[in-house]
């Protein structure tokens, strides 16, 4: 709810209690406080009445008795005959006044009702033209068919180019449009049209609309931004009609920015799904084709829009003239990543442990959003231990928070849960230590988490990968079967505590022989369908992309390379039965240990061989 429909609800509330307040008063009467006629009569006989006036309604015989005692206490009876009571107090040789009937008043019976309404109606006339007439969508009770577009003038965004870390290669592209956006004529001048249109496309957090706000920021150039869900609403055309309305309005501002974030709300690929192509969306999509590259001229309007799923847009507005650049925004590398942290770091006090280097290095795969909630979450743990500065150790407590999830310590487990899971995870962590690709150890904990592991083991990665290669993914699946195998050589039975780690070996498996050709039995070929899923932008009865008998193939061959994972991680892990006892021990004795108390063990039952002497 808006701030102008908050005000409106408050003067409506107002005026019924003032309308109300002015009924209750009209009708206001003394009470008789229980106060009878025989208590009344009763005080005749006694003597006790000095004073009675008599007031009669104007339908009459009815009124009232105004009585006052000797002992100067005043009393109200209604009587229904007031005659009656006049010749019965006059009978006691009391004092008896009579009022005359009191005559109606013209403005409260015919002016003040017609007053009342004509109040009210001229205050809901005025409400109503003020939320109209204001801006934005919001607060507009039936401007519908209005954009919704946020409007940012360019001295109001503070926000610039330089204070986006870690997306150099990015920033560099986007320099081009600030230099049209503030010299458009250098670029007309040789002939040149600059992009109409710049789509960013990423995963989520890596800063895609972060970037949209710098270059409005830096080009001092007014903002419109607005959501793709904005426009689509229960009534067919208001989309189209929004779309219209903020293109109007961004010709009145120009040069400017349109930015439309999750544009893929609005612009997925039409005539998918159950429904036909005459429906809400498609009619707004085929407004935004028309008015970003149509008969219409926009001069000085640049479109910049941001999605995580490029893949389900409609191929029309991806055309050059629409969307002309298209870039993507990746996560950060280590360099970046320091970058961010530096940016992150600013205003909150850091302790002289703290290294943003080291952190960098071991946040790999960590978007920009990733990196904020890290400090934030390590800022969060300072505040609670009462410290006015972040530690080292903070970042480690956040980092296994944000990672794995928050540690149930009060969780009670039974001894025996204990023991499986401490012999669980020193599966995964040896494989982990002895295979060359997927290490080193981080952490190894059996406190349960709040993902619903009993424990978990957390690899340290040292370095950036920007693909996976075969021998990394069968040593991946191997790590994830190290646990299973353990419990089964130790306790000669399973549990199903290593479901969600057969899960992902098994999907990674697939993906070898069915999307990257890692199969020598099914060859180079990709058999992948999991892109032509229902409702995101593909047909409804889509063919599978082979047959029956390949997909046995397939099958028979997922399961050969996961045999083999696992007869190969067994053997190692039986080579190092003597590391995975003793670290089972320390668990069970700690809790939680690092990757110096893990590689301790190692140490001990298999020391590093000493460099050979020359040969005689």
């Not at 409007?151 to 081009?176: D, P, R, S």
Request: hydrophobic share 40%; charged share 30%.
């Amino acid at each position: 709810m808006g701030k102008n429909n908050k005000s409106f609800y408050v003067y409506f509330v107002i005026i019924i209690g003032l309308l109300l307040l002015t009924v209750w008063v009209g009708t206001l009467r003394v009470q008789n406080n229980g106060y009878t006629r025989g208590e009344f009569e009763e005080q005749l006989e006694k003597n006790e009445v000095a004073v009675v006036n008599i007031c009669p309604n104007k339908d009459t015989p009815t009124g009232s008795l105004e009585i006052v005692l000797k002992n100067g206490e005043e009393r109200i009876l209604y009587v229904t005959d007031v005659m009656e009571m006049e010749t019965l107090v006059r009978s006691y040789g009391i004092d008896c006044g009579v009022e005359s009937v009191p005559e109606e008043s013209w403005f409260l019976n015919s002016v003040f009702p017609i007053l009342i309404v004509v109040v009210v109606c001229v205050f809901f006339f005025v409400m109503m033209n003020a939320q109209n007439s204001s801006g934005g969508g919001g607060g507009r009770m039936m401007n519908f068919g209005k954009s919704r577009a946020k409007l940012t003038m360019g001295g109001e965004n503070k926000i610039t180019l330089g204070e986006v870390a870690g997306l150099k290669e990015e920033k560099e592209e986007l320099q081009e449009i600030v230099e049209f956006l503030r010299e458009p004529g250098k670029f007309t001048k040789v002939g040149a049209r600059i992009p109409k249109g710049v789509l960013l496309e990423g995963a989520p957090g890596t800063g895609k609309t972060l970037l949209a706000k710098a270059i409005a920021g830096e080009a001092n150039v007014p903002f419109f931004s607005i959501s793709g869900s904005d426009f689509v609403e229960m009534f067919v055309g208001v989309g189209a009609s929004r779309v219209r309305d903020m293109f109007a309005e961004a010709k009145r501002h120009a040069p400017c920015i349109i930015f439309i974030d999750e544009i893929d709300a609005v612009a997925r690929r039409r005539g998918t799904g159950m429904g036909g192509g005459h429906d809400e969306r498609e009619q707004t999509l085929n407004q935004l084709l028309v008015e970003m590259d149509g008969f219409g001229v926009n001069e000085g309007i640049i479109v910049m829009a941001a999605t995580n799923r490029v893949d389900i847009l409609d191929p029309a507005i991806l055309r050059p003239g629409r969307f002309d650049r298209k870039i993507t925004v990746v996560s950060p590398d280590v360099r970046g990543r320091e970058d961010i942290l530096k940016v992150h770091a600013k205003n909150k006090p850091l302790g002289d442990d703290v290294d943003l280097q080291q952190i960098a290095q071991t946040t790999a795969g960590f978007t920009g959003a990733d990196l904020e909630n890290l400090l934030n979450e390590a800022a969060i743990n300072a505040a609670m231990d009462k410290r006015a500065f972040v530690k080292q150790e903070d970042i480690k407590k956040a980092f296994i928070k944000v990672g794995i999830g928050a540690e149930k310590k009060s969780r009670i487990i039974s001894e025996k849960e204990k023991k499986i899971t401490a012999y669980h995870e020193a599966g995964h962590a040896i494989l982990f230590h002895v295979l060359p690709d997927v290490g080193p150890v981080y952490t190894v904990s059996i406190i349960p988490t709040g993902l619903g592991a009993a424990g978990y083991t957390m690899p340290l990665p040292e370095k950036d990968e920007m693909f996976l290669t075969k021998g990394k993914m069968i040593e991946d699946i191997m790590v994830s079967l190290g646990g299973r195998i353990a419990e089964e050589i130790i306790f000669d039975d399973i549990t199903t505590g290593a479901s969600s780690d057969i899960k992902k070996a098994t999907k990674t498996a697939r993906r070898m022989v069915t999307r990257y050709g890692m199969s020598d039995n099914i060859g180079v070929i990709n058999y992948d369908d999991d892109d032509d899923e229902v409702f995101i932008g593909r047909d409804l009865a889509h063919a599978k992309s082979h047959s029956e008998l390949i997909s046995g193939e397939i099958d028979r061959e997922v399961k050969a390379i996961i045999d083999e994972c696992y007869r190969k991680a067994k053997e190692i892990i039986k080579e190092h039965e003597d590391v995975l006892h003793k670290c089972a021990e320390l668990l069970l004795q700690k809790e939680k240990i690092n990757r110096a108390e893990f590689e301790a063990l190692f140490d001990t039952y298999y020391p590093q061989p000493e460099e050979p002497g020359e040969l005689v």
